[in-house]
C-alpha cells in the first residue's frame, strides 16, 4: 500500500470514527460537522470510482417447470393477504386478549392442505414469502414444499436461508427418475434428495426401494441408517423381514430397536411369534371358585436374545424392571394370539377379565400400546371403554386409542365425551379428531363452550379449544353461532367482565369459519370468488 493510499485509508477512519463518537466527542477531520460531510461524501464518490470489477460467476441454471394449474385469481389474492398478516409468534390460543379479527396464521396451513388437494402450483412471485413462512415455522414446511414443488430446491440452493428445504426433504412430490439415474440420485444426491427419492420407490415399489438401501447400507452412517429404516414403514411387508431381521445387529441401537419395532408390526414375521411366545408365557388364563381371570408372572431377566430383539434392559427412572420387560414383550405381541390365548374371547371379553397381583395397568397399558402400533380398532375400542367413564381411569391416553378407531367412530366417541365431561380434558382428544368436525361433535363443543359462558367462567381457560375450534369447526355452520357473538347479561357469581371477551371470543370464531368458507370457495374457483386460474409463470 503505498504512502497516499494510507494516508486516504486513514482519513476515512477517521471520519468513520468521529461520525460514531458524535463531534462533541471527538473533533472531525476538517474542524466541522459540515466539513466533515463533505469529505465523507467526495471520499464516497472516489472510493466508488475506484473499485474495481467483479468477475462474472455462471448464471444459475432455470427454474424447472411446474406443469400443475395455476391458482384462481381470488385464491392467488387471499395467499399473499395470509402470508403479509401471519403473526410473528405464529402461536393461537394463548392466554392473553387476541380481539375478534381472524389469526391469520393459523389459517395459513389449512390453506396450503386445500391447494395441495386441488394440485394447484405456487405462484412464482410468492414462492419466496411462502419459504420465508416455512423456514420460521416447522409445522408449515411439509405442505409448503409440496405446494412450491421442484422450485423449492431450485431456490434453496441459491439461498442459503432456505436450506432447510434441502435438509428436512419433506416434499411431498419427490422425482420420478429412471433406475439408472435413480441410482446415480442415491449415490451421488443430498441427503434430503435421497431420503424423498426412497420414500417415493416405496411407494411405487417397495422392493426397488429396499434394494436400493440395501446397496449402501454398510457405508451409511448410523443417523442416516435411522432417518432410511423409518422411510421403510411406507409399504412395509413380509418381503422387507429379511433385511429387517439383518438390521437387528446394526452396531447402532436406535437402529435396532427400530427394526425391532418394524419387524413387530408384521404380524407373520418371526420376531412377532418369537415375541409372542414371550409375552403369553408371561400371561395365563386360570380359573378360580370367583371364576375365570389373568395370571401373570413377568420376566425374571432380560437375556441376549431378547435384547436382540429389541427389549431394552433398563427401565426408566421409577419403573421396576420386571414391569418394564413384560410391558415390551406384551406390546410387540400380535394382538390376534391373545383370542387363542383366551379360549376364543372378545377383546372386550378380554380386558373385562380380573388380572391377579396388582399387574392389571402395566397388562393394559401394554395392550393399549399394541392397540395403536397395529392399528387395531377392536382391540383399542375395548380399552377405551365408554366416553361416560370418569376420565383418567383407563390404562392407556383416550388420544392415542382414538387414532385406531376409523374417523366417523372417533368423533363420535369425542363428541360423548365432550357431553359427559365438558372441556377441561378435552383438549388432546379434539385434536386427533377429523377435520372439519363431525355435526354432532361441533355442536357439542359449541353447546360446552354456551355452557361455560352462561356459568360466568373465565373465557381465556378454554382458548385453547376456541383455538382448535376456529379452525376445525365446519365452516358452513357459522351462521347458526352467530347469535353467541352478542354480549351477554353479567351473572351475580361471574367473572368482572367475562361476558364482553366471550362475545370478542364468538366474534373471532365467526368471522374465522367465515373466511374459512371464502377460501374453500376461492379455491374451488366457484361463483362468488371471481378469477380464473393466473396465468404460467
Request: net charge neutral; with cysteine; proline share 9%.
Amino acid at each position: 500500500m503505498s504512502s497516499a493510499q494510507a494516508r486516504d485509508e486513514h482519513t476515512w477512519d477517521d471520519m468513520v470514527s468521529a461520525a460514531l463518537l458524535g463531534a462533541e466527542r471527538r473533533t472531525p477531520p476538517g474542524g466541522s460537522v459540515t466539513a466533515l460531510l463533505d469529505a465523507a461524501a467526495l471520499e464516497t464518490v472516489r472510493r466508488r470510482a475506484g473499485a474495481l470489477p467483479v468477475a462474472p460467476g455462471p448464471r444459475p441454471a432455470p427454474a424447472p417447470e411446474d406443469g400443475r394449474p395455476g391458482l384462481p385469481t381470488a385464491a392467488e389474492r387471499r395467499l399473499a393477504a395470509l402470508l403479509a398478516g401471519r403473526p410473528a409468534g405464529g402461536a393461537s390460543g394463548g392466554g392473553g386478549r387476541r380481539g375478534s379479527a381472524p389469526d391469520l396464521g393459523e389459517l395459513l396451513p389449512q390453506w396450503l392442505a386445500a391447494a395441495n388437494e386441488h394440485g394447484y402450483r405456487a405462484p412464482a412471485a410468492l414462492l419466496p414469502a411462502l419459504l420465508d413462512a416455512a423456514r420460521a415455522r416447522t409445522d408449515l414446511r411439509p405442505e409448503t414444499l409440496a405446494f412450491a414443488g421442484p422450485r423449492a430446491l431450485w431456490l434453496a440452493r441459491l439461498n442459503p436461508d432456505w436450506k432447510f428445504a434441502l435438509r428436512d426433504g419433506v416434499h411431498r412430490r419427490a422425482p420420478e427418475v429412471e433406475p439408472e439415474a435413480a441410482q446415480r440420485l442415491w449415490e451421488e444426491g443430498l441427503f434430503a434428495e435421497r431420503v424423498a427419492l426412497l420414500g417415493a420407490l416405496r411407494r411405487r415399489d417397495p422392493a426397488t426401494g429396499r434394494a436400493l438401501l440395501a446397496s449402501t447400507w454398510r457405508t451409511e452412517r448410523a443417523e442416516d441408517r435411522l432417518m432410511f429404516l423409518d422411510a421403510l414403514r411406507q409399504g412395509l411387508g413380509p418381503d422387507d423381514e429379511p433385511f429387517l431381521d439383518r438390521a437387528l445387529a446394526d452396531r447402532s441401537r436406535t437402529v435396532r430397536s427400530t427394526a425391532a419395532e418394524l419387524l413387530a408390526a408384521l404380524p407373520g414375521s418371526a420376531l412377532s411369534a418369537r415375541m409372542a411366545a414371550r409375552a403369553h408365557g408371561c400371561v395365563a388364563l386360570e380359573s378360580t371358585g370367583d371364576g375365570p381371570r389373568i395370571a401373570v408372572e413377568a420376566p425374571q431377566a432380560c437375556d441376549a436374545e431378547m435384547q436382540r430383539d429389541g427389549v431394552i434392559p433398563k427401565p426408566p427412572s421409577g419403573r421396576g424392571e420386571r414391569a418394564w420387560w413384560l410391558g415390551q414383550l406384551v406390546e410387540a405381541a400380535p394382538l390376534d394370539g391373545w383370542r387363542e390365548r383366551f379360549c376364543g374371547g372378545t377383546p372386550g371379553e378380554i380386558v373385562a377379565l380380573p388380572v391377579t397381583d396388582g399387574w392389571r395397568a402395566d397388562l393394559h397399558g401394554a395392550w393399549c400400546r399394541a392397540a395403536v402400533r397395529q392399528r387395531d380398532a377392536e382391540w383399542a375400542r375395548a380399552l377405551l371403554g365408554p366416553p361416560t367413564a370418569p376420565f383418567g381411569e383407563g390404562p392407556g391416553d383416550p388420544a392415542k386409542l382414538l387414532t385406531a378407531l376409523p374417523a366417523a367412530e372417533r368423533g363420535a366417541w369425542a363428541a360423548r365425551f365432550v357431553a359427559a365431561h365438558g372441556l377441561s380434558e378435552a383438549f388432546r382428544i379434539l385434536g386427533v379428531c377429523a377435520v372439519p368436525w363431525s355435526l354432532p361433535l361441533g355442536r357439542a363443543v359449541v353447546d360446552a363452550l354456551e355452557i361455560a359462558r352462561d356459568a360466568g367462567s373465565y373465557p381465556w381457560s378454554f382458548s385453547g379449544v376456541m383455538g382448535l375450534a376456529e379452525r376445525c369447526l365446519d365452516p358452513a355452520d357459522a351462521e347458526r353461532l352467530a347469535p353467541l357473538t352478542a354480549v351477554p347479561a353479567e351473572t351475580e357469581d361471574g367473572s368482572p367482565g367475562a361476558g364482553a371477551y366471550w362475545a370478542e371470543a364468538f366474534q373471532r370464531l365467526v368471522a374465522t369459519m367465515r373466511l374459512r368458507e371464502a377460501m374453500r370457495r376461492e379455491l374451488a374457483g366457484a361463483p362468488g370468488s371471481p378469477g380464473d386460474a393466473s396465468p404460467p409463470a
